[in-house]
């Protein structure tokens, strides 16, 4: 049994709490999240130079090749400390993407600007209100021209490239759907900034009309390249979320130990104390949910579905919890814009959100185990 | 990152397996479910079984992996004890029992303050399941705040006299020894006026009660002494040491890694029901309803799981294991309460039957019925909130307005 990152993978780890720490504060966070800018720069610049955003991405595309795991625990860090950077949308969606379905050329075109942090790249799903369905897909890709609407693109005012999950046929369900890869600085390409809850992450509007792109995979192979990518993303996300979560554990135990009520330290009181504790369980469980998803990741695993959903469902409601509850533990101060109880808080639900609900991830969960039948 | 055991792991659990299949049977499809059921009232025939797989075990040193040669043991590591477990586990034997409490608070306990004598008569009869044990610390005045105990030792000479009650006392009925908490000192805060001693459970002057438990079962116990005598050598530590004894037998509390409590009542079994059953808009397994909290659970019980192997894997490397190993109970618990609850609902009126008369031969009504007790015994789900809280994550003790007053002068009714 060997359960647990190397030692080496927990000196990276340390290397990225250490440079994080310092280098991304809550006021780096809210530079971003009060300003017109989608993303910290200087941030940006500097984590590509450590290689960070190519530390999956095999030598032979630029990356460092180093692996899974150590993207798992890179991810952890910059989810404690709220990173924003468009590294999700860039490192877990569009590269994986491309790894995934690319070909031999289109992995060399864009991974290398991706490992060196040229390219930000997104990946545009949803079309409306309610479930991302095959059903819901009304944006075509025909004849290398793609037209129609996304929204909530995360990261895409910023984004060079996007992958858009399209329609290439009239065959019905997933059979015809297909990926594209669009160039959001060219032609027929329209972006408006659209509020959101947490804007240190700015998501958009685009409207393509008639915009050239290319084929990312064969027509038909959309829908799924898109389950396959999403499923990997979920749990490289996971460990952001178990981040945030340590993060707002941390911020709810160092005010219960400073703010006095009624004469005592709030956290000798036990409806602070097992709120806390509440929040650990639950942080620990996704945290061992992250690991084995990790496992599953690294390895190519045929568990690898099961292992994203309940990564997914597990990280999400720990730092859901742990996010209102600190608030909570706060009380009114924690209300307030000045302390970051809100920034977390938001953080949270946009990370809950944008791979897709958890009523989706919760019944794609069981759909797995229905085929593993190993609940 | 792997499950894989080691080089050395593998080696120790291909010649576990080995002794096993030459000692035991493989379980096949019985599942611990019905374990479960057969120990509760710690049967004739299973209390036999139990015993005679005990000292089968001893005599190979697989009954305390991690103790001395000689003792029961092979000076093994925890996870060659993990390992073992595991592949016992896959064996129809009679593993779980009336042991646990002997060999994993009181023994240990005895090992640390009892005298040579005393090791000497006691270790082995207990390892090869000769002689059983129990634990006499909870009161009815007394169970979460266990120091608020009142069981009166006095000195007499070279004995001392013990009144008082006890209760809660899992296998008192089946018992012939335990490690008993009194008060030997009324005039010093609560902690400081307790003594441990180690009593014979045939003394006449013992009267053991079975209680009647909400479940229907019989696992735990009254037990009444009036005018008890025992030798100031069955003292173990110091007069007014008790307390620190006590925490020294609750450190061998451990968490029962790889060990499934919950009797068995997962996500598994509730999806094998839900696939047999009709609700109004289709089979329950299709309801969006019932997925959710399929999945809710799911990640709970594989959270839990993957916790454990985080555990493993620190015992495997040999370093203590990390406060993870704390949430288990809390975990599991209520999950099986939630768990049995939501099945009978989905069995619906049906639900409210038990035992044959009720489906799947009442499985989920015992769960539910059992979940209560596991709530709260061996802490409740709120003190070991409170362990989190304090131990893990260093929030204040709660404010206890006895603990630097005498204990006869403290409130509460005494």
Known sequence: MNFDFSDDQKMLRDQAHKFLSEKCTTKTVRKVFEGEHGYDKDLWKQIAEMGWHGTAIPEEFGGLGLGYLELCVIAEELGRALAPVPF???????????????????????????????????????????????????????????????????????????????????????????????????????????????????????????????????PGEGWSHTSNVLNRAAIMTAFEQVGGSDSCLAMAKDYALQRYAFGRLIGSYQAIKHKLADMYVNTELARSNAYYGAWALSTNARELPLAAAAARVSATQAFDYASKENTQTHGGIGFTWQVDCHLYYKRSRELGLSLGPQRTWKDKLVTELELSNAA | MDFEDTKEEAAFRAEANKWLSANAKLRGSKSSKDDMAEMENGAAAEMAASRAWQKTKAKAGYARITWPKGMGGMGGTPMQSIIFSQEEAKYDVASGGPFAIGLGMCIPTLMTYGNDEAKKRFVWPAVQGDEIWCQLFSEPAGGSDVAGLRTKAEKDGDEWVINGQKIWTTGAQFSDYGILLTRTDPNVPKHKGLTMFWIDMHDKAVDVRPIKQASGGSGFNEVFFTDLRVKDSQRLGEVGQGWQVALTTLMHERLAVGGGQGGGLDVKELMSLARTLELEDGPAIKNASVREKMADWYVRSAGLKYTTYRTMTALSQGKQPGPEASIAKIVVASKLQDISAFAMELEGEAGALKGADAPGNGAFQMGWMSAPGLRIAGGTDEILRNIIAERVLGLPQDVRVDKDIPFNKAPGGR
């Open chain 1, 88 to 218: 999700s949308s860039t490192v877990y969606l569009f590269a994986e993407a491309v790894l995934a379905a690319g070909t031999d050329e289109q992995k060399k075109k864009y991974l290398p600007k991706i490992a060196s942090g040229e390219l930000i790249g997104t990946f545009a799903r949803s079309e409306g209100a309610g479930a991302v369905t095959p059903k819901s897909i009304r944006t075509t890709f025909k004849g290398g021209k793609l037209t129609g609407k996304k929204i909530a693109v995360v990261d895409g005012m910023d984004a060079d490239f996007a992958i858009v999950l399209a329609r290439s046929s009239d065959e019905a369900g997933e059979r015809g759907t297909a990926l594209a890869i669009v160039d959001l600085k060219g032609a027929g390409v329209k972006r408006r900034v659209e509020d959101s809850i947490d804007p240190s992450r700015k998501h958009a509007e685009i409207t393509f009309d008639g915009a050239s792109a290319e084929a990312l995979g064969k």
